[in-house]
C-alpha cells in the first residue's frame, strides 16, 4: 500500500528554533507539494518539486523557510528561525507527473502539526 | 488565480441519509480538474473523488458522486447512504490542467456531522 510519509507527526518547539520536517513520496512520482493547514488561512501551497527541481516556492516566506530535495525519495522543509505564527499542520503531496499528460492526482502524506511557542 | 468557495461551513445528516455538499468555483479556463477531498479527525487528506473538466459525465465512486455544472462554475458532492465513517472535514479542490498550474486550490471546507 504505498503512501506519502512524514516526520515527525508532531512537534512542539520554542520560538526561534530551527524546525525540519521530511517527506518522503510515494516511489516513482516526480512531483512533490508542500501545503500549509491554518484555521484562518485554510490549506495553501507553499511549494513544490518536479523531478527534484522546485518550480514554485512563491507561497513561501523566502526569509526563513526552505525546501529542498535532496534526493527523489527525500522532501524537507525548514524553518529558521520559527515564530509562533508558523504554527499549523504542513502537508507533503506527491504525484506522478507525465511530460505532456494532464492527469496528475496528488496523494497526500499524515502532515505534520508544528507548535511553537 | 481560481479561487474556490464552500458556503456550508456544516452539513449534519441521519446515518442512512443522503447529504450534498455545495462547491463553486471561478476560472477563466476551459481546462482543469476539480477534486474532494475528506479530512477525516486523523487530519489524513484523502481523495475521495476527480472530476475532469472536459467530462460532461459526472464521477462516481461508490456512495459518492458529483454533480458537475460546467457553465454554473458548480461541483457539489453527493453522499449517498451515510455512514458514521463519512463524519470529517470535506474540501472541494481546483486544480488548472495547464503543465504549470499543478497545484491544487482549495475551498474553506465543509464539516460533515452524522448522526446515528
Known amino acids: 500500500d504505498a503512501r506519502v510519509t512524514q516526520t515527525p507527526r508532531d512537534k512542539v518547539t520554542e520560538m526561534g528554533q530551527e524546525v525540519t520536517m521530511r517527506c518522503q513520496p510515494i516511489?516513482?512520482?516526480?512531483?512533490v507539494f508542500w501545503y500549509r493547514q491554518t484555521m484562518m488561512q485554510g490549506l495553501e501551497l507553499l511549494a513544490y518539486?518536479?523531478?527534484?527541481?522546485?518550480?514554485?516556492d512563491s507561497g513561501m516566506p523566502k526569509d526563513r523557510f526552505s525546501a529542498e530535495m535532496p534526493d527523489a525519495t527525500l522532501a524537507t522543509l525548514k524553518i529558521q528561525p520559527s515564530e509562533p505564527r508558523d504554527s499549523a499542520v504542513y502537508f507533503c503531496?506527491?504525484?506522478?507527473?507525465?511530460?505532456?499528460?494532464?492527469?496528475?492526482?496528488?496523494?497526500f502524506g499524515p502532515g505534520t502539526r508544528l507548535l511553537v511557542l | 488565480a481560481q479561487t474556490v468557495t464552500q458556503s456550508q461551513p456544516e452539513m449534519s445528516v441521519q446515518e442512512a441519509e443522503t447529504v450534498t455538499l455545495s462547491c463553486t468555483y471561478d476560472t477563466s479556463e476551459s481546462d482543469y480538474y476539480l477534486f474532494w477531498y475528506k479530512q477525516p479527525p486523523s487530519r489524513q487528506m484523502i481523495l475521495v473523488i476527480r472530476?475532469?473538466?472536459?467530462?460532461?459525465q459526472n464521477a462516481t465512486e461508490n456512495r459518492f458522486s458529483v454533480n458537475f455544472q460546467k457553465a454554473a462554475k458548480s461541483f457539489s458532492l453527493k453522499i449517498s447512504d451515510s455512514q458514521l465513517g463519512d463524519a470529517a472535514m470535506y474540501f472541494c479542490a481546483y486544480r488548472s490542467a495547464g503543465a504549470a498550474g499543478n497545484k491544487l486550490t482549495f475551498g474553506g471546507g465543509t464539516r460533515v456531522l452524522v448522526k446515528p
Open positions: 516511489l516513482g512520482h516526480n512531483t
Open positions: 503531496a506527491s504525484g506522478l507527473g507525465l511530460p505532456g499528460a494532464h492527469q496528475e492526482t496528488q496523494y
Open positions: 472530476q475532469e473538466a472536459y467530462k460532461q
Open positions: 518539486f518536479r523531478n527534484r527541481a522546485p518550480l514554485d
